[in-house]
């Protein structure tokens, strides 16, 4: 599929319809802007949710993975 897009003096590109439904993009997805040696390459973007815990998220991970560390020891079978 090929469209014709104009660049407004913003540098704002709009894509048309009938391409962003082939592509199944939503409105706040993103793409990467490449050069290639054949021209502009348009593609959509892998974006990964991050999540900054807080101290006390950390101190609850810790607590969660000592009682884990109990729990497995008591659960170790014994040697015969």
Known sequence: MKAT???????VVTLPAKIRKALDLKPDDQLV?????????????????????TA???REFDASERE???????RKPKAR
């Open 5 to 11: 897009l104009t660049i407004t003096r913003r540098g």
């Open 33 to 53: 802007a490449e050069t290639t040696p054949e021209g502009l390459l348009l593609r959509p973007a892998i974006t990964l949710p991050v999540e900054i815990y």
């Open 56 to 58: 006390e998220r950390v």
């Open 68 to 74: 884990l560390e109990r729990t497995l020891r008591r």
